[in-house]
């Protein structure tokens, strides 16, 4: 029997985390609706942070599953030499986009903490708080495009097209 290599994956666990609270704190905010006849105003404000962070964390597990969107018909066209420089090049945009989204994202950060100082509408928290979530974890959204490079250009190389 093939043994598989089983390891705890962090953003797996993460995304899990993050679904199980927002999860949760929809459901009390029906309940409490119903019950109580009253809404709690922060879950709507917290579980979309939460989403966007699960969403940022996500992505980075579709890169690694090869789940982002593709052109796979022409990609099958090009010889092996060019299907390495496109694997390169596409995971150098994706790279350069993500990047791109991290320092527009610290840059948010940074005016919001010297300039607006602006707060949440719900719970009256800096909004920076929120903000800071995206680039640290975009970390696993890099992690992925690498992984997603690492496999097809072993794969290309394991072919042995022409």
């Not at 790279?95 to 719970?123: H, R």
Request: charged share 15%.
């Amino acid at each position: 029997m093939e043994e598989k290599n089983q390891h705890i994956r962090i953003d797996h666990w993460i995304v899990a985390v993050l679904l199980f609270a927002m999860a949760s704190i929809a459901f009390i905010n029906v309940l409490s609706r119903y019950l109580f006849h009253f809404s709690f105003a922060a879950t709507e404000e917290i579980t979309i942070n939460l989403f966007v962070w699960m969403t940022v964390i996500g992505s980075g597990i579709a890169f690694e599953r090869g789940g982002q969107l593709g052109m796979v018909t022409l990609y099958n066209i090009f010889p092996k030499k060019f299907k390495k420089i496109i694997i390169l090049f596409s995971s150098g945009l994706s790279a350069i986009l993500f990047l791109l989204v991290d320092i527009y994202t610290i840059q948010a950060i940074y005016f919001e903490l010297k300039i607006f100082k602006a707060t949440s509408a719900g719970l009256g928290i800096p909004v920076w708080i929120y903000y800071i979530g995206v680039p640290i974890l975009s970390i696993f959204v890099f992690q992925g495009i690498y992984r997603d490079a690492s496999s097809k250009l072993d794969g290309l190389e394991r072919k042995g097209e022409r």
